[in-house]
């Protein structure tokens, strides 16, 4: 890993977004600068643009790292994954319910060791660098000291991440549950610890209905309007038999979201993994209540969870926040472009509009920074902005190599790669301006 310096300066070709591809034409959205000059000073970007312009601000002793023949993006984003899950990635062959049962509750009991939860949290923070991705909103476990070890971590790595303990009083092993009492104090305590200490953000985190009683849900809604910054994290409506089991849980209330609804968590910086079985009166209420949806493709393919219906939840009527998400354990990949690829294949199996690749690298970035409520901080390249980067090789394999000689467009390499890519795409990680991976 290189040292921190104050200033720094990439060259290379680089893409951002003007606007928003889901609303407008896909190539306005995207700004493409064949040979660009990004300016950094504490982690900040300060000019970018065409090198020729942009050339003359550079410091004295300022070195210009240059990336020819590849892309610099903003950093990756990933709107809902579970860093103690990483350990049971790719557990052969059951539903939601009887995975996490048989594989996730006895993985995330272990993380009770400290030492254990720094190891994983390492090895994860390793792995989403190498990924390309900068910041991602990550479930811990229900013990605390799980939440430590990752924001340890992510605090010497300078990356923004969003994290927090999760919130289990029934439903549960014993090792794996808390009480609505103990974990609303473990939550303030971590709150008080963690939120807004550096790039550090708090997300009240109850893992989902089935798994915590009405008075837990209740605590979760009020340390969630305890402050006008927090995030809170949840799953909803995954599969079938988990919204079957909501509603003989919480009879009197009207849809699974309705249960969010009246325990106070439903609104801004609400994010909700997966969402494929919401109705069309959910979907309003999501938009209305400025919540996001995470869509997590690999994982819902892999639990044979169900198809989330991404042009129907982004439709211009009530668009809908949303992020991609890996999910992992229950997610194949920590590749965001892995998961921009198999976004693509739902997207036709839902019918309708074909994802652009625009559109995916779009939700990857600037959409997932607005998904979750930070475009004012990450996801472009621009003045002002955190200098979250990620530079792709579109040359990482031959076969790559031989597919991007005919393209003819800066779409066309994007789909490419996203299509092909993977980790060896991924030449360079940069957090808030420092080179934190590279190969």
């Known amino acids: 890993m290189t040292q921190p310096s104050r200033h720094a300066a990439l060259r290379g070709c680089f893409i951002t977004f003007r606007g928003n591809p889901f609303t407008m034409p896909p190539e306005d959205a995207l700004h493409v600068e064949e040979d660009g000059l990004i300016l950094i000073r504490d982690g900040i970007i300060t000019h970018c643009g065409p090198y020729t312009q942009v050339r003359p601000f550079v410091p004295h002793n300022c070195p210009i790292t240059h990336y020819p023949d590849s892309i610099i993006t903003a950093g990756f984003i990933d709107t809902h994954v579970h860093y103690p899950q990483m350990p049971v990635i790719a557990s052969w062959g059951e539903e939601l319910l009887a995975w996490l049962k048989h594989y996730v509750f006895p993985a995330e009991a272990r993380f009770e060791d400290k030492a254990l939860a720094q190891a994983v949290a390492r090895n994860f923070m390793t792995e989403l660098l190498r990924n390309g991705t900068t910041t991602a909103a990550v479930y811990c476990t229900v013990h605390p000291q799980s939440v430590d070890a990752f924001f340890e971590e992510s605090s010497r790595l300078g990356t923004r991440m969003i994290a927090g303990k999760v919130l289990m009083d029934r439903n549960a092993p014993d090792a794996v549950r808390d009480t609505a009492q103990q974990g609303y104090a473990d939550s303030v305590a971590l709150i008080d610890r963690w939120h807004q200490n550096g790039r550090q953000l708090y997300a009240v985190t109850p893992r989902f209905a089935i798994t915590s009683t009405p008075e837990q849900l209740e605590m979760a809604g009020a340390l969630f309007k305890s402050r006008n910054d927090l995030f809170m994290q949840t799953h909803l409506a995954e599969t079938q038999q988990e919204c079957a089991d909501v509603a003989t849980l919480f009879p009197n209330r009207s849809s699974y979201l309705d249960v969010y609804d009246k325990a106070g968590l439903v609104g801004p910086r609400a ?44 439709s211009k009527t009530r668009p809908v926040r949303t992020g991609l998400g890996t999910d992992v354990g229950a997610g194949t990949s920590l590749s965001l472009l892995a998961t921009m690829a198999e976004a693509y294949k739902v997207s036709l199996l839902a019918g309708g509009a074909k994802l652009h690749a625009i559109q995916a690298f779009w939700l990857a970035t600037a959409g997932g920074a607005q998904a979750l409520h930070l475009a004012d901080k990450i996801g472009t390249i621009a003045p002002g902005l955190e200098a979250d980067l990620c530079i792709l090789n579109p040359n990482a394999t031959p076969l790559l190599t031989q597919r991007v000689k005919t393209s003819n467009s800066m779409a066309d390499v994007l789909f490419a790669l996203m299509m092909l890519g993977d980790d060896r795409c991924i030449q360079a990680t940069w957090v808030h301006g420092t080179c934190v991976h590279e190969i």
């Open 271 to 314: 994010l909700f993994g997966h969402g494929i079985y919401l109705n069309e009166h959910d979907l309003q209420r999501c938009h209305t209540a400025d919540c996001t949806l995470c869509h997590c493709p690999t994982s819902n393919l892999f639990l044979g969870s169900g198809i989330f219906r991404l042009f129907d939840v982004t």
